[in-house]
């Protein structure tokens, strides 16, 4: 790994590469070591890094989106990762949950995930919060982050999560998946939410779960993938996030549409009307549930 060289590469102005060098000697020699594909990056570089070492995310949900998010969040230097789930490991969650392995069935997710984190990064700070995310503790919860990342698998969990995290400015990257279809968008404080999108709960029964209709973990991985891949983004100002887009996936067909969708001025989130987060509006049952994730 040569950092400077590869700085100099790619021919940055005098000020820009003073500031570079100086982010780069402060990452010791294994950090400039572990996270030199990220360092590379002119998108990131070792400012970039620093600013993902100083960074915080929560990650509500450790299924089928949440593991490839948490690792890659691990895996790319994000300095304290928040993992939220109340459950304990299926057996039948392992066809996608890569976070969790057979040893664990019948431990805490949380447990199972923090080892896994860990042992891919032990340099990083993990937090966790092994009981179901409700309306009574969501906004304790999401105030040490700087980002969320929702990998909850009930439609009652992802409004909370919008509603919470709109009415706190915190921005967060929601997802959701089924069979060969994932989805995901983020939401950027002052832009739209997906209570734009979506409004509000259907009706129960009046959406397919995978519980019901299936998943592939494959999927569930690209999808979760994206996500980390928003947060990474957003933290380290690199491109443009999804922010009043939504991009679907097709895995069958591999087609990924990208569509923008408005802010709703009559949003109860997020529009002029909105009176704010109120947690007696939302049962406990809006919670990260368990299901298929
Ligand atoms: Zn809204």
Same mark, same amino acid.
């Given at each position: 790994?040569?950092?400077?060289?590869?700085?100099?590469?790619?021919?940055?102005?005098?000020?820009?590469?003073?500031?570079?060098?100086?982010?780069?000697?402060?990452?010791?020699?294994?950090?400039?070591?572990?996270?030199?594909?990220?360092?590379? %990056?002119?998108? %990131?570089? *070792? /400012?970039?890094?620093?600013?993902?070492?100083?960074?915080?995310?929560?990650?509500?949900?450790?299924?089928?989106?949440?593991? *490839?998010?948490?690792?890659?969040?691990? !895996?790319?230097?994000?300095?304290?990762?928040?993992?939220?789930?109340? &459950?304990?490991?299926?057996?039948?969650?392992?066809?996608?949950?890569?976070?969790?392995?057979? #040893?664990?069935?019948?431990?805490?997710?949380?447990?199972?995930?923090?080892?896994?984190?860990?042992?891919?990064? *032990?340099?990083?700070?993990?937090?966790?919060?092994?009981?179901?995310?409700?309306?009574?503790?969501?906004?304790?919860?999401?105030? &040490?982050?700087?980002?969320?990342?929702?990998?909850?698998?009930?439609?009652?969990? +992802?409004?909370?999560?919008?509603?919470?995290?709109?009415?706190?400015?915190? *921005?967060?990257?929601?997802?959701?998946? /089924?069979?060969?279809?994932?989805?995901?968008?983020?939401?950027?404080?002052?832009? #739209?939410?997906?209570?734009? @999108?979506?409004?509000?709960?259907?009706?129960?029964?009046?959406?397919?779960?995978?519980?019901?209709?299936?998943?592939?973990? !494959?999927?569930?991985?690209?999808?979760? $993938?994206?996500?980390?891949?928003?947060?990474? +983004?957003?933290?380290?100002?690199? $491109?443009?996030?999804?922010?009043?887009?939504?991009?679907?996936?097709?895995?069958?067909?591999?087609?990924?549409? +990208?569509?923008?969708?408005?802010?709703?001025?009559?949003?109860?989130?997020?529009?002029?009307?909105?009176?704010?987060?109120? #947690?007696? @509006?939302?049962?406990?049952?809006?919670?990260?549930?368990?299901?298929?994730?």
């Amino acid at each position: 790994m040569a950092p400077f060289n590869s700085l100099s590469r790619r021919g940055r102005g005098g000020s820009c590469l003073t500031n570079e060098i100086n982010a780069a000697r402060v990452l010791t020699s294994d950090q400039l070591t572990r996270y030199s594909r990220n360092i590379l %990056i002119q998108e %990131i570089g *070792p /400012i970039g890094q620093k600013k993902l070492l100083a960074s915080r995310v929560l990650v509500i949900g450790l299924g089928g989106l949440g593991s *490839p998010a948490a690792l890659y969040l691990a !895996a790319a230097g994000v300095g304290t990762i928040g993992l939220a789930d109340g &459950d304990q490991v299926e057996l039948s969650n392992l066809q996608r949950q890569i976070l969790h392995v057979t #040893p664990n069935i019948g431990r805490p997710k949380v447990d199972s995930a923090r080892r896994a984190v860990l042992a891919l990064n *032990p340099e990083i700070k993990v937090r966790v919060f092994g009981e179901r995310v409700t309306a009574a503790n969501i906004l304790g919860l999401i105030q &040490d982050y700087d980002f969320v990342l929702d990998g909850t698998d009930s439609f009652a969990a +992802k409004f909370l999560i919008n509603d919470a995290c709109v009415s706190q400015g915190k *921005p967060f990257c929601h997802a959701g998946v /089924i069979r060969f279809q994932g989805q995901l968008t983020t939401y950027s404080p002052g832009r #739209p939410c997906y209570r734009c @999108l979506f409004e509000e709960l259907p009706a129960p029964g009046g959406a397919p779960t995978c519980g019901q209709e299936g998943i592939v973990g !494959a999927v569930a991985g690209v999808t979760g $993938g994206l996500q980390a891949l928003e947060a990474i +983004k957003y933290l380290t100002n690199a $491109g443009t996030v999804l922010s009043g887009s939504l991009l679907t996936i097709n895995g069958l067909t591999m087609e990924f549409r +990208k569509v923008k969708f408005p802010q709703n001025p009559a949003c109860s989130a997020c529009g002029a009307g909105s009176t704010g987060f109120n #947690p007696s @509006l939302y049962s406990n049952s809006s919670a990260a549930s368990q299901g298929c994730r």
